[in-house]
């Protein structure tokens, strides 16, 4: 089968859209460091769609760090791809035009180098996933002690880390054109912008004080908040990608129609016009992202953890059940609304409905096991500092326990038909050797795992109004498994 690229565009189907600009003529802007499904089916949208609005050399070059599959499978595409919106009315293809390049770290460490150095590189995004930033969850600093910031501040000239690969880049920046450019993280973090400054700021501390002072002075760090459901592609996605379009890609992205994307407007070298594509430049991206961040991926990670447990391989499985989505709604009107300051305009009881039928879309199979991952480095943002305001204001943390007791079970590698689960985590080395300790002890397994400093810090393995919470939900995960468990956690809402 003929092969995805600008030759093959003219023959698609016309239902299939493609880029509204030439494309092949857009020189690269922008290097954006991860370039897995995520930013394919979202950031890149936006620029695809802004370039089709407005003319600029707004291009991306896409850089992966830890594998060359995406580059192996796009590089020969001349960096096209299909978008996939799919939903219960249907199924919307489009090429997006927006990814120029696309370079591995692996081999290709002097291509990279070369872009991010070049002047005409003023912006680089991220979507590196949490664990990608070698930070302490729990605080938010960063950690000297991991492996690959140990690396590159030993050899600083080959760095490994988006941190260090940062600092490579605007050191070279700085002692050769003097320009600097704007840093965009876009991994679900709270305040990632300047998350993220304080990261790079620490490490080039660490290493020059000069390059730290004129990063400080230079660089900005807006904020974002981005939002769309986009579950890993499999390869019945790619086979009926094909048969619709008539030629092969070998990497569509599948996705939900929604999307979001809020950006504080500071950038100190221009930016797309992606606000004629639909983001919101905002002054301040903290309501918009806290919102999301504690209604959507809050209940993402509870339906991941119990939802598996219950036996659901997908979100929309679990979106199904009557009680998960009691649940669902109990926790995001008792729980998380009263920690939030809502944005103005926006209608936060729409906006939970909403949540509700995007997690129901059939359409859609995401993986419970896929939003499982890394539950190590999404708890604190997520869930616990949402814990954190309502013990400070005195109010009700069940269903957050429950979802953090449900993260503790499925942490122990053993489903409740006693086959192992593989958790994928930083920390899984540390939650087998806790579980093997404290198999038939849910007490001394969630003491065990409240110990964890690095997820959940000194205060709440302290404060015994979340502890005990939810070691007496592990115990009752235990003792009755996860769905009925659910099903007694509403059975106490008055309203239910
Ligand atoms: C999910 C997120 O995998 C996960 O942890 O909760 O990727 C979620 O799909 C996105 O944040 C939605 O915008």
């Not at 290709?108 to 996933?129: G, N, Y």
């Not at 050899?155 to 450019?181: C, K, M, N, T």
């Not at 930016?271 to 806290?290: I, K, M, N, S, T």
């Amino acid at each position: 089968m003929r092969r995805l690229g600008f030759a093959a565009l003219q023959a698609l189907p016309a239902a299939v859209a493609r880029p509204q600009y030439e494309a092949q003529s857009v020189g690269i802007g922008i290097v954006h460091l991860g370039i897995g499904a995520f930013h394919r089916a979202q950031t890149a949208v936006y620029s695809d769609d802004a370039l089709a609005l407005e003319r600029g050399d707004w291009g991306i070059c896409g850089v992966s760090l830890r594998s060359s599959d995406v580059r192996d499978r796009i590089a020969p595409q001349e960096g096209l791809y299909t978008s996939v919106e799919k939903s219960p009315s249907g199924e919307r293809r489009r090429v997006i035009g927006s990814v120029r390049e696309v370079l591995f770290l692996g081999d290709q460490r002097h291509e990279m180098h070369s872009r991010l150095v070049d002047a005409r590189t003023r912006i680089v995004t991220l979507t590196i996933t949490e664990k990608g930033y070698c930070h302490d969850p729990a605080t938010g600093r960063l950690n000297f002690s991991h492996p690959d910031i140990g690396h590159d501040l030993a050899d600083a000239e080959h760095p490994i880390s988006a941190v260090g690969l940062l600092a490579a880049a605007l050191d070279a920046r700085r002692s050769s054109h003097g320009r600097p450019f704007t840093v965009l993280c876009c991994d679900n973090l709270p305040h990632n912008g300047s998350l993220v400054r304080g990261l790079v700021l620490a490490y080039a501390e660490r290493r020059d004080q000069g390059l730290a002072r004129w990063i400080g002075k230079h660089v900005t760090f807006p904020s974002t908040m981005v939002d769309r459901i986009v579950p890993a592609t499999t390869r019945e996605d790619v086979a009926a990608n094909d048969a619709a379009l008539g030629v092969h890609d070998a990497a569509p992205v599948v996705h939900e129609p929604f999307r979001q994307w809020a950006i504080e407007d500071d950038f100190c070298a221009g930016r797309p016009a992606w606000e004629r594509a639909g983001a919101q430049l905002v002054d301040d991206v903290a309501p918009f992202e806290a919102m999301k961040l504690r209604l959507l991926n809050a209940s993402h990670s509870a339906f991941a953890y119990l939802g598996y447990l219950s036996g659901h391989e997908y979100i929309y499985q679990v979106a199904a059940e009557r009680d998960f989505v009691a649940y669902m709604r109990g926790l995001m009107r008792d729980e998380v609304l009263p920690t939030l300051s809502i944005p103005a305009g926006v209608d936060v009881a729409a906006y939970q409905n909403a949540l509700v039928e995007r997690f129901g879309n059939p359409a859609l199979p995401h993986r419970t096991q896929q939003i499982a991952m890394d539950g190590s480095q999404k708890l604190p943002q997520r869930i616990l500092a949402t814990v954190r305001d309502n013990l400070a204001a005195d109010r009700p943390i069940d269903c957050l326990a429950l979802a953090v007791a449900g993260w503790m079970r499925y942490a122990e590698g053993v489903d409740e038909s006693g086959r192992e689960i593989k958790v994928s985590d930083p920390l899984s080395s540390e939650f087998a050797r806790v579980a093997a300790a404290h198999r038939s002890d849910p007490q001394a397994l969630g003491r065990a795992l409240l110990g964890l400093r690095a997820v959940f810090g000194e205060d709440l393995p302290a404060d015994a109004r979340f502890a005990d919470k939810v070691i007496d939900w592990l115990k009752a995960l235990h003792a009755d498994g996860a769905a009925r468990t659910v099903a007694r956690a509403v059975g106490a809402f008055s309203n239910y």
